[in-house]
């Protein structure tokens, strides 16, 4: 089976699951799209109201904004496979809960592996604590770190900047070093996809965090509204 059979077998499974609550309230799963030899892996959080009524990761205004700076590394949308943590809509926007991230995490493992990109870059703080446990993201953002046979770089949520307009220079200096990064990557691991990675543990997000819209306070983490 081909990496692109092997991807849309799994959108197929996702599109009919029921292994959490999530599944009584979707409109349509966002399973994920784009290139299965994808370099770079984008990791969102969950879809809103957009996605849910059509299908697609990242279409609402943070979509819009996202391939704003994907454009500014040089990347357009198709270069790169997008999706989320959770696969259907969590309701009114609300943040993912533990089984819900247990439940979907099965498919982005089996994505991850089959995609085997060579840079997984986070948005937001449920995708990063996935591979980052118990780290602040206003600490590590921009930052490539290698885990297992590939490299992840935490970055804020493009809803972010959408709220919080002082977040947009951080945001936009991070995604103008994806370039250099990607080259970094390249040469470690060199230009063959290397084996496929040891499936990363599942790390639940904290009961305190620090609030991505705000870089100096700690508050409760609050979903975005706009994806």
Avoid at 57 to 65: Q, V
């Amino acid at each position: 089976m081909t990496a692109q059979e092997t991807l849309a077998k799994i959108a197929s499974e996702v599109s009919t699951c029921t292994n959490c609550d999530l599944h009584k309230t979707r409109t349509l799963s966002v399973p994920g799209e784009g290139p299965a030899n994808a370099e770079i892996m984008l990791i969102g959080e969950g879809p809103g109201a957009n996605e849910d009524m059509q299908g697609r990761p990242f279409i609402g205004a943070a979509g819009k904004f996202l391939v704003e700076l994907l454009a500014q590394a040089g990347l357009q949308r198709t270069d790169v496979w997008i999706c989320n943590v959770v696969k259907c809509r969590p309701p009114a926007n609300r943040d993912p809960m533990p089984e819900e991230l247990a439940a979907c995490n099965l498919f982005l493992e089996r994505q991850i592996e089959r995609i085997n990109p060579k840079i997984i870059i986070t948005l937001g703080r449920f995708s990063m604590y996935k591979f980052m446990p118990g780290v602040k993201i206003t600490q590590v953002h921009g930052q490539m770190r290698r885990i297992n046979n590939r490299f992840v770089i935490a970055m804020f949520h493009p809803a972010a900047a959408l709220h919080q307009a002082a977040l947009k220079p951080a945001i936009l200096a991070d995604f103008a070093k994806l370039p250099q990064l990607l080259d970094t990557a390249r040469k470690e691991l060199n230009t063959n996809k290397t084996q496929p990675a040891m499936p990363e543990k599942q790390a639940q997000p904290e009961t305190s965090h620090d609030a991505e819209t705000s870089a100096e306070q700690m508050e409760p983490p609050k979903q975005m509204k706009l994806f």
